[in-house]
């Protein structure tokens, strides 16, 4: 929240460059909250553009965007909450991730119900209007698909489908549908507990339905080609086959041989490989063998030489006290 709480009229108005009175004036209050109308905002743009305010008019867009695209409230309102969002951003740089999260989290919880709309208004059914048309969808006929039980046929009005094709003729019934999303009906735990079963009345409703329509429950037979017989070959063509059959288990032979020579040429290839590597690892030892004994003489040698250099020091010096 902006400071703590929703700003006053006065702040708002000098945050988007706008007289108090005037936007105290545009002030409604729909569904209980506080807030503006679009078309009400949308002209303070347009007279701010003509003025030639950009800064004020950049001001009350965004605020527009912010309430109807962002922050969505009711259908062409910004309501305080949202302005709440856009002045905590304008003012103190706050980020919008976390009012986004929150507002996308709460519309997900509102609306991950457990039950189901099967009816809206005084439709036994539920009408769904779109852009170019409209249709109604029948629960009783896709309840199997939500998981629930058939238990009885449906009431043959419910399943009644009727399409609008034409949305500029018949607005007396697309009204009619329009209010009766007034008055939605749910169900949940009264469709029973989740499973496929269907009722045996169900399914004599369904047989008898799929009679009516012309729409059997088992496909057409499948047609089985018969096999043409095969006249007998000739004994020139018997014996053209044992030849290739001879042919082709020659090649078959040779192919097998030449398979084992390459087998064996390869492990005797490999075997080799074994036998030089060794060879190759029992010279590097040796080579390793004879250099440590060169090391090794040589270091008694060179002990020798500092032994013997100093015994001949030791001679030199009795010689010299001798004397």
Not at 44 to 58: G, I, P, R, V, Y
Not at 108 to 116: D, G, M, N, S, W
Not at 132 to 157: F, T
Not at 263 to 285: D, M
Request: charged residues 30%.
């Amino acid at each position: 929240m902006y400071m703590g709480h929703y700003p006053s009229l006065t702040k708002v108005a000098t945050s988007l460059g706008i007289d108090a009175r005037e936007l105290a004036s545009k002030k409604v209050i729909k569904g209980g909250i506080e807030g503006f109308s679009r078309i009400n905002l949308e002209r303070c743009a347009l007279n701010l553009a003509e003025s030639e305010k950009w800064d004020a008019f950049m001001d009350v867009l965004s605020l527009i965007i912010y309430g109807i695209v962002l922050f969505p409230n009711f259908e062409n309102f910004i309501d305080f909450a949202a302005i709440n969002v856009f002045l905590a951003f304008k003012h103190e740089k706050k980020s919008l991730v976390p009012a986004i999260l929150a507002d996308t989290y709460h519309s997900l919880t509102l609306r991950h119900e457990r039950r189901v709309i099967c009816q809206c208004g005084d439709f036994l059914n539920v009408p769904l209007m779109g852009t170019k048309g409209c249709v109604n969808y029948n629960l009783a006929l896709a309840i199997r698909q939500l998981g629930y039980p058939i238990r009885s046929p449906p009431v043959e009005d419910s399943i009644t489908p009727f399409m609008v094709y034409d949305m500029t003729k018949e607005l007396d019934f697309l009204k009619k549908i329009r209010h009766s999303w007034d008055r939605v009906m749910k169900k949940g735990r009264e469709l029973g507990k989740r499973n496929c079963n269907v009722e045996g009345s169900y399914q004599q409703w369904l047989s008898e339905r799929v009679q009516h329509v012309k729409l059997p429950f088992r496909g057409p037979i499948p047609i089985i080609e018969e096999t043409p017989i095969q006249e007998p070959m000739s004994l020139e063509e018997i014996e053209k086959l044992q030849e290739k059959l001879a042919k082709s288990e020659k090649e078959k032979k040779d192919m097998k041989k030449e398979l084992i020579q390459a087998r064996q040429e390869y492990q005797a290839a490999q075997k080799e490989i074994s036998q030089a590597r060794q060879r190759v690892e029992l010279a590097n030892k040796r080579a390793r063998i004879e250099e440590e004994g060169k090391l090794n003489t040589r270091n008694c040698l060179e002990a020798a030489f500092i032994e013997l250099k100093m015994r001949r020091g030791e001679r030199d010096q009795a010689r010299v006290d001798g004397e």
